[in-house]
T-cell receptor
Framework: AQSVTQLDSQVPVFEEAPVELRCNYSSSVSVYLFWYVQYPNQGLQLLLKYLSGSTLVKGINGFEAEFNKSQTSFHLRKPSVHISDTAEYFC????????????FGAGTQVVVTP | DVKVTQSSRYLVKRTGEKVFLECVQD?????MFWYRQDPGLGLRLIYFSYDVKMKEKGDIPEGYSVSREKKERFSLILESASTNQTSMYLC??????????????FGEGSRLTVL
């Protein structure tokens, strides 16, 4: 079975500053990794995903993430945040034998202030 | 664009009531899922379905059942609602086995309060 740990429950950040959200996973088989964003009172929207290939993945809204197999991590970064990036962010993992059965982390709340 | 529609955004029910949460997707997806979202716990899988009339338990199925009579519709049923089922419920779908992407497409959620 796989599991996901998001190391920060809340990350306060000033507008135009960089942000990094940390995600570690555990799995005995190959994984597929995802970051989702949830704006207030909405469902989840895919930010980016790693399936194979380049370990640096670029997503929507200027976000990127790097898959590090040796450290079993998939940290999300943005070089300069906007107020509109205030949201909750979820890291998720699935495996080659569990298509669509995503295991989610507990979430990281990002609060961007002027 | 894929659209997953949950019939009710907000519901208030009383303890012991039977509750139906409906979900419809319009992209002919094989797989459909019900997750529950609680603060500090993230999303937890309740039930999923790989095909019409097929269902499998997720991580927290107790107190819930599901129905999938048509490919596009997946219903979550609380036979006798309890206060500890107060939560946000999220429906999702994806194309199914053999598809490259494991991405899930989510509805906007149904916030259920049980009094």
């Amino acid at each position: 079975a796989q599991s996901v740990t998001q190391l920060d429950s809340q990350v306060p950040v000033f507008e135009e500053a960089p942000v990094e959200l940390r995600c570690n996973y555990s799995s005995s088989v190959s994984v597929y990794l995802f970051w989702y964003v949830q704006y207030p009172n909405q469902g989840l929207q895919l930010l980016l995903k790693y399936l194979s290939g380049s370990t640096l993945v670029k997503g929507i809204n200027g976000f990127e993430a790097e898959f590090n197999k040796s450290q079993t991590s998939f940290h999300l970064r943005k070089p300069s945040v906007h107020i509109s990036d205030t949201a909750e962010y979820f890291c998720a993992v699935s495996t080659t034998d569990s298509w669509g059965k995503l295991q989610f982390g507990a979430g990281t709340q990002v609060v961007v202030t002027p | 664009d894929v659209k997953v529609t949950q019939s009710s955004r907000y519901l208030v029910k009383r303890t012991g009531e039977k509750v139906f949460l409906e979900c419809v997707q319009d992209m002919d997806h094989e797989n459909m899922f019900w997750y529950r979202q609680d603060p500090g716990l993230g999303l937890r899988l309740i039930y999923f379905s790989y095909d019409v009339k097929m269902k499998e338990k997720g991580d927290i199925p107790e107190g819930y059942s599901v129905s999938r009579e048509k490919k596009e519709r997946f219903s979550l049923i609380l036979e006798s609602a309890s206060t500890n089922q107060t939560s946000m419920y999220l429906c999702a779908s994806n194309p199914g086995l053999g598809q490259l992407s494991g991405e899930l497409f989510f509805g906007e959620g149904s916030r259920l309060t049980v009094l």
